[in-house]
């Protein structure tokens, strides 16, 4: 396993298995005598998995022909109120034997919020609904992606070391390389976004002038209850 999220909605997690090149969701509401069997919890299957997807020849209903992940990374459930909510994002390592990719899909589920029995053996959907590559753009292990507020994608490439922010149509609109040498000690695993919610109305202050900094919190942002600690700098020359 090299990556897992939660789903507060359906109390379900996603647990990706890049050796199957598949992701797999379970049960997060099962006790654990529940989980040892195949009853029980929310959805009913104990702690057998109940959906899986990416790999149909992990569980002998397809071929190589039919495989979607390649050594996949960092699966999250897309929050309520994004782009794609309810959706699964990943980082699709070994997309091609060059290339990596950023893919989304959205497993099939009835009105309760079950999913859909398997067709054909083979668990949907047929094809992700939204996928990024471009040439030059690989890395073979770590990695991960996100889905930002504003309904791009934050991509991270770790063994490049490269950073970046993607529109639904492809553009790059952002994009930070770490410096260091290209070597397992300077590769990222993952990159975050961090909602900025405290904003200063001034970066710095005189100290012959003096004045005032203010802040401003913006309202309904996650971290808008939060308790605050400022703290500050002094610099300068001497004598001053």
Known sequence: MNGIDYDPIHDRIVLSCPRMDEV????????????????????????????RWGNP????????ANQVLGF??????????MSGAGN???FNNRYTTVKSSVLEFKPPLDASGAF???????????????TYSAAGFYSAII??????????????SGTQRWIFEVTPGGKRVWEYTVPGRPQSSNYMFQAQYVDRTLWASEA???VSAGGTVGFDLVAGTPR?????LVLASVSGTSPG
């Open 57 to 64: 020849a992990a569980y002998d209903s397809g071929t190589a």
């Open 24 to 51: 797999w969701v379970i049960d997060h509401s099962t006790t654990t005598a529940e989980a040892k069997g195949s009853t029980g919890g929310r959805w009913k299957r104990g702690g057998d998995l109940l959906y």
């Open 116 to 130: 859909l029995p398997r067709v054909g053996g083979v668990y949907g959907p047929a094809a992700p609904v939204w």
């Open 224 to 228: 808008a209850g939060d308790m605050r």
């Open 204 to 206: 710095t202050l005189s």
């Open 143 to 156: 990695s991960s992606a996100r889905r930002l507020p504003n309904g791009n994608t934050l991509v991270c």
């Open 88 to 90: 699964i994002l990943l």
């Open 72 to 81: 996949q990374h960092s699966p999250t459930f897309i929050l309520k109120g």
